[in-house]
T-cell receptor
Framework: DSGVTQTPKHLITATGQRVTLRCSPRSGDLSVYWYQQSLDQGLQFLIQYYNGEERAKGNILERFSAQQFPDLHSELNLSSLELGDSALYFC????????????FGSGTRLTVV | LAKTTQPISMDSYEGQEVNITCSHNNIATNDYITWYQQFPSQGPRFIIQGYKTKVTNEVASLFIPADRKSSTLSLPRVSLSDTAVYYCLVGGYMNRDDKIIFGKGTRLHILP
């Protein structure tokens, strides 16, 4: 157990639908990062939150949004889902950037049918 | 965040020592070098981190030359279970615009 909890582990939904992925960071970590990993692809950075505020944005689609709540858990909302959104979605947390290291959750596997 | 360059893939045999080199020519003074390992369908896992010279833990060694423009991850006596993707990441403590970009990594394939 890495200390980063992601739910659900698996999600199957239809095109056009909306889903919410949840992440609880490791205790004490203020930063949460979301990544998308399609089959045999690298980790695509989506967005970072630090203590409730958006800190950095990657190539996140407009159909996707995220937020971090006062208890530091984060949610990634994916709407108007397309087949190409099928991927593993990882959440990572950190106490201070690269130098402090990142702890990843086990991911949510999203399948859009 | 410093850009990194790694080989796309490597093959080796069980019991061999494997060295994976990462180039990071524009590393900053306060940047650390961190390596992660990722198995299929799992999140990346921290392996080792260093700033300069050599760092060793129970899993691997990290060699960093004096100019710090490259680093080498050394895996001693690999086994089939070391087959994974290895990512090199360079950066410091959290900056304002902290887009943590993992490159494509090095796909290591261990053969029996």
């Amino acid at each position: 157990d890495s200390g980063v909890t992601q739910t659900p582990k698996h999600l199957i939904t239809a095109t056009g639908q909306r889903v919410t992925l949840r992440c609880s960071p490791r205790s004490g970590d203020l930063s949460v990062y979301w990544y998308q990993q399609s089959l045999d692809q690298g980790l695509q950075f989506l967005i970072q939150y630090y203590n409730g505020e958006e800190r950095a944005k990657g190539n996140i689609l407009e159909r996707f949004s995220a937020q971090q709540f006062p208890d530091l858990h984060s949610e990634l909302n994916l709407s108007s889902l397309e087949l190409g959104d099928s991927a593993l979605y990882f959440c990572a947390s950190s106490g201070g950037g690269v130098a402090k290291g990142y702890t990843f959750g086990s991911g949510t596997r999203l399948t859009v049918v | 965040l410093a850009k990194t360059t790694q080989p796309i893939s490597m093959d080796s045999y069980e019991g061999q020592e494997v060295n994976i080199t990462c180039s990071h020519n524009n590393i900053a003074t306060n940047d650390y070098i961190t390596w992660y390992q990722q198995f299929p369908s799992q999140g990346p896992r921290f392996i080792i981190q260093g700033y300069k010279t050599k760092v060793t833990n129970e899993v691997a060694s990290l060699f960093i030359p004096a100019d710090r423009k490259s680093s080498t991850l050394s895996l001693p006596r690999v086994s089939l279970s070391d087959t994974a993707v290895y990512y090199c990441l360079v950066g410091g403590y959290m900056n304002r615009d902290d887009k943590i970009i993992f490159g494509k990594g090095t796909r290591l394939h261990i053969l029996p």
